[in-house]
Structure formats: structure tokens, C-alpha cells
């Protein structure tokens, strides 16, 4: 049986999707809406999260998964304690929307609630997903400048 699943982050760089999930395929592009991506963890070692946030739009590549692929993903996401999964809705650039699991950061684990900054090597690893899928990048540096302010004012921050 086959799943959609809606990849932000790191997981929209096709060539570590391909590693991890080689049965997977992308099904289409679109966004979640009222969502924002951030930045959260220890300082230069935070990964990617998406939390609710109105007006925000976050651009995702919705992937078709057969269990062995979401079965990687969820090793590779650190489920059920580092991120657990969502059904939402997104809308595709066809006009279609459908209803998709993502992974989303826990608060379970202390050092992994609080804004900060990603490693060079995976904010790469990120920006190479984005722009391989064509997407503009202007909203990363959105969610860097968000960690950034909360670092500096050192504000924490908490889903």
C-alpha cells in the first residue's frame, strides 16, 4: 500500500531521498499554508521543523512512499521521539489537494525545543533540496533569521 508523504528540509534533496527510499517517487509540488519552517536543537546542529504559523507558506515536495520507505524515514526521522507524524492537507501546483503525513518535531527531547542554527553541511544539504526541486530559497533565510534573533535576544522558544 502506498502513502503521500510531504517532505520539507532535508528530505526534498532527491539524491538522499534516493538513497533512503529508492521505491519512493514524487508525486507533485505545492505548500503547506499557515506553516513555517524552523530551525531547532543544539547551536549549529538544529534541523528543520515546521509549526503552525498564519500567513506563512512553506514549499514541499509531496512524495509517494510504500511502507519500506516510510519505514527508513521513520529511522531516519528519529520517530516516534524526535519527530511524530501528521496527516495534513496540502495544496499541489495542479490545483489537487490531498492529504499527506509529515513528520514534525517533538518537544520530547529538552535540548531539541529551542531555535537555533543548522550546521553549514546541512543547511547544504537543504538549500541544495530546495533549489533542485525550483524552489526560492528567500524563506530559509526567514527561519535563519528567526533563529538567529532568538540566539541573540536569548529568547526560547517552545512548540
Request: hydrophobic share 35%.
Given at each position: 500500500?502506498?502513502?503521500?508523504?510531504?517532505?520539507?528540509?532535508?528530505?526534498?534533496?532527491?539524491?538522499?531521498?534516493?538513497?533512503?527510499?529508492?521505491?519512493?517517487?514524487?508525486?507533485?509540488?505545492?505548500?503547506?499554508?499557515?506553516?513555517r519552517?524552523?530551525?531547532?536543537?543544539?547551536?549549529?546542529?538544529?534541523?528543520?521543523?515546521?509549526?503552525?504559523?498564519?500567513?506563512?507558506?512553506?514549499?514541499?515536495?509531496?512524495?509517494?512512499?510504500?511502507?519500506?520507505?516510510?519505514?527508513?524515514?521513520?529511522?531516519?526521522?528519529?520517530?516516534?521521539?524526535?519527530?511524530?507524524?501528521?496527516?495534513?492537507?496540502?495544496?499541489?501546483?495542479?490545483?489537487?489537494?490531498?492529504?499527506a503525513?509529515?513528520?514534525?518535531?517533538?518537544?520530547?527531547?529538552?535540548?531539541?525545543?529551542?531555535?537555533?542554527?543548522?550546521?553549514?553541511?546541512?543547511?547544504?544539504?537543504?538549500?541544495e533540496?530546495?533549489?533542485?526541486?525550483?524552489?526560492?530559497?528567500?524563506?530559509?533565510?526567514?527561519?535563519?533569521?528567526?533563529?538567529?534573533?532568538?540566539?541573540?535576544?536569548?529568547?526560547?522558544?517552545?512548540?
Open positions: 500500500m502506498k502513502r503521500l508523504y510531504i517532505a520539507y528540509g532535508s528530505n526534498l534533496n532527491l539524491q538522499q531521498m534516493e538513497k533512503r527510499c529508492p521505491t519512493a517517487r514524487v508525486y507533485g509540488k505545492g505548500e503547506l499554508k499557515d506553516f519552517l524552523l530551525f531547532k536543537g543544539v547551536p549549529n546542529n538544529a534541523y528543520a521543523t515546521i509549526e503552525p504559523f498564519k500567513g506563512g507558506k512553506v514549499p514541499v515536495l509531496v512524495w509517494e512512499v510504500k511502507p519500506k520507505d516510510e519505514k527508513a524515514l521513520d529511522i531516519y526521522e528519529g520517530f516516534p521521539n524526535f519527530y511524530y507524524k501528521k496527516d495534513l492537507e496540502v495544496e499541489l501546483e495542479s490545483g489537487e489537494i490531498v492529504t503525513m509529515v513528520y514534525i518535531m517533538t518537544n520530547k527531547i529538552k535540548d531539541r525545543i529551542n531555535l537555533n542554527l543548522p550546521s553549514e553541511r546541512y543547511l547544504r544539504i537543504v538549500k533540496g530546495y533549489t533542485s526541486s525550483g524552489f526560492d530559497i528567500g524563506f530559509i533565510e526567514e527561519a535563519l533569521k528567526v533563529s538567529a534573533e532568538a540566539i541573540s535576544k536569548n529568547n526560547r522558544y517552545k512548540l
